[in-house]
């Protein structure tokens, strides 16, 4: 993989994950260019950005003069060696067109999405002769916006982001203070897990509480666990072996999370030191009214059920009960 040195990185999609990463690599002295929707790019380049990290330390304003952010893709991608796919799975097909028709031939493409299929989805569409990494953030974001100030992105919870192998020179390049980056041997292995993990997304969406609440309610632990329960069967049905993430086994996490709290909060310290304001990426979709990742999640979940022939009734509960969530309410049986 060639990377041209001081390479101009776009952010196709800046949301909570595409500012935060962005904002890292701009910090420090990447060049970057922020794709943003009219509202988000307006207030970045009236007020700039502010990031900052669960463990304190490093928390940077970034003054919007700074900063390169845009609402029109052709001047976000035409430039762009590296483009960081940063959308929602259900937007990815519409940044792929994007991308195939300003970018450059030669632009390496990131997913730095949740979900299997994204990297996939832009292969298909930019076709065999454009490089596309699949890569995966396991930190959370929590976007704050107040009248008058920086737009603000604060990393929740801790990880490096994960690159697909091979990769030893891109992961050098997104390797920065408060966004470490690094090179993953078994990829695919370790989104399948990050969607079983994710498989709480939509749970934390509908208890409408913050993740270190919900982590700390055993009822809610025990839908998780049963949830990747049955992902792990059609994992194991359909030959698919979810990788360690963070040296766990989702198994493990599946077999801790029932636990009563005591236990549990001794055996699983890691996922309760979080910051308390910590929510699920689908949770910002459903109060945002937008629609979520859910078919990405639940429903791949789901359609690899069927052809194995395995059960999942927790799993396609969570989804049946997301989709009536994410309906307009006037769609709803009274
Ligand atoms: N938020 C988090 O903490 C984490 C998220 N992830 C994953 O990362 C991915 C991104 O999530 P997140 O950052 O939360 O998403 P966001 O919704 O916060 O950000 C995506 C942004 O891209 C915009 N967008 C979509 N299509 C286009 C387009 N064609 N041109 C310009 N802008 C566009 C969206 O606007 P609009 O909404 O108007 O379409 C939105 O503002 C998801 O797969 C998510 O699951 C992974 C780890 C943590
Ligand atoms: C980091 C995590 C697991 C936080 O819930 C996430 O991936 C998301 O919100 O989409």
């Known amino acids: 993989m060639m990377i041209p040195s001081n390479p101009h990185i776009a952010i196709a999609g800046a949301g909570s994950v595409g500012c935060y990463i962005g904002g890292r690599l701009a910090a420090a002295g990447r060049d970057v260019v922020f794709l943003a929707r009219p509202a988000l790019n307006d207030a970045i380049a009236a007020r700039g ?10 928390d940077v304003t970034l003054a919007p003069e700074t900063l390169e952010v845009t609402d029109d893709p052709a001047t976000a991608l035409g430039s762009a060696d590296i483009v960081l796919v940063t959308v929602k799975s259900g937007a990815t097909a519409a940044i792929a067109e994007e991308i195939a028709t300003h970018a450059k031939p030669e632009a390496i493409v990131v997913s730095l999405q949740n979900g299997v299929d994204n990297p996939e989805i832009l292969r298909r569409r930019l076709g065999d002769g454009r490089t596309v990494v699949a890569g995966m953030v396991p930190f959370n974001i929590v976007q704050t916006r107040e009248p008058g100030e920086p737009v603000s992105f604060r990393r929740a919870t801790s990880g490096k982001v994960m690159l697909a192998e091979d990769t030893a020179a891109l992961a050098k390049l ?18 399948w897990t990050k969607l079983l993990l994710n498989l709480n997304n939509a749970l934390n969406a509908l208890a409408g509480v913050p993740l270190a609440d919900e982590f700390s309610d055993r009822g809610w632990r025990r839908l998780l666990a049963a949830q990747v329960k049955e992902g792990l069967a059609v994992l194991k049905a359909a030959g698919i072996r979810p990788a360690r993430f963070e040296g766990i086994h989702p198994r493990i996490v599946a077999n801790v999370l029932p636990l009563p709290d005591t236990a549990f909060r001794l055996l699983a310290r890691g996922m309760l030191s979080i910051d308390p304001r910590a929510r699920s990426s689908m949770w910002d979709d ?28 927790v799993i396609e509960s969570v989804y049946l009960q997301v989709k009536d969530a994410e309906a307009p309410a006037t769609a709803r049986p009274i």
């Open 174 to 191: 997104l390797d920065v203070a408060g966004s470490p980056a690094r090179e993953q041997k078994d990829m695919l292995g370790l989104q």
């Open 286 to 313: 459903l109060e945002a009214r937008k629609p979520t990742e859910v078919d990405f999640i639940q429903g791949k979940v789901m359609s690899l059920a069927e052809e194995t022939g395995i059960a999942t009734p």
């Open 49 to 58: 950005l502010t990031l900052s990290d669960l463990k304190g330390g490093k």
